[in-house]
């Protein structure tokens, strides 16, 4: 089993179960207490969890961090990210959202030809060694738990530009195709990011419908393609293609 396919198990473990012990963990993946109390040490150093006497519970923070919502449905995020980049042509010019599943699309496209421009900094750091990529890192307030950058600064960077194709996140998709957010100060930077760009496809995995989220980002209206693992038969899919929406389901 990949490290990364433990670490989610793990941590689906301690959110659904609480604290749980080395030698339980070491059961369910099927691997060795020191491989488990590897993977336990990795995810502490993220900030994911916190050690207890025999085994480990995940953090309490108010907000989960990237690396902890990484380790969620990494999979279908990753599936989602590769049929993305397939729909990329050498030359595009790009933008991409802040988000995990936006950068799982940032890790198949290196060797590609490609400008990107992003206040993603885990974008960033996944491409900023590929040399045939034009990276534009955009300015703003760093936002450390969610390695992003926001504020005024990266709007008005956002608006001097202009993008072949927005790849943009959502924390939940509403059954009328609208796309919310959960942190109120990320929501000005994406819809500017939509004014930007002349092609926006949302890139969602199931857990996103409905997901959560209180402010709204966008409706169906603004999405040309939307790239998701969800079921045919959510009600979602039927309003975006009753909006003009192009779905691709992986």
């Known amino acids: 089993m990949l490290a990364q396919r433990r670490y989610e198990l793990i941590m689906q473990t301690l959110r659904a179960e609480g604290p749980v012990a080395v030698t339980v963990l070491g059961e369910r993946l099927g691997v060795s207490q020191a ?3 590897r993977d336990l040490a990795w995810l502490e150093d993220q900030g994911l969890l916190h050690r207890v006497r025999g085994g480990a519970a995940a953090s309490t ?3 989960p961090s990237f690396a902890a ?5 990494h999979e279908a995020k990753d599936a989602i990210g ?8 050498d030359g ?3 933008l991409l959202d802040i988000g995990t599943t936006v950068h799982r699309l940032a890790v198949h496209l290196r060797g590609r030809q490609v400008t990107v421009m992003t206040a993603n900094m885990a974008v960033y750091e996944e491409l900023v060694s590929e040399p045939d ?4 890192l955009l300015g703003g307030v760093v936002r450390r738990n969610y390695r992003s950058l926001v504020g005024f600064l990266t709007e008005d960077a956002v608006r001097q530009l202009r993008a072949d194709t927005l790849f943009i996140g959502t924390s939940g998709v509403r059954g009328d195709g609208t796309v919310m957010d959960t942190t109120v100060v990320e929501v000005p930077v994406r ?7 002349d092609r926006v496809v949302l890139l969602a995995d199931a857990e996103k419908f409905p997901g959560n989220g209180f402010a709204t980002v966008c409706g169906p ?3 040309d393609v939307v790239v998701t693992n969800v079921d045919e038969g959510d009600g979602a899919l039927d309003s975006f293609r009753e909006n003009g929406v192009e779905v691709v389901v992986v």
Request: no cysteine; aromatic share 0%; charged share 30%.
């Open 35 to 37: 491989t488990v109390r």
């Open 61 to 63: 923070s108010l907000e």
């Open 69 to 73: 919502v990484a380790t969620e449905a």
């Open 82 to 89: 590769q049929r993305a980049a397939e729909m990329i042509s």
């Open 92 to 94: 595009d010019v790009l």
């Open 133 to 136: 990529i034009e990276l534009i």
């Open 191 to 197: 819809r500017a990011m939509i004014e930007s760009a």
């Open 221 to 223: 209206d603004a999405l």
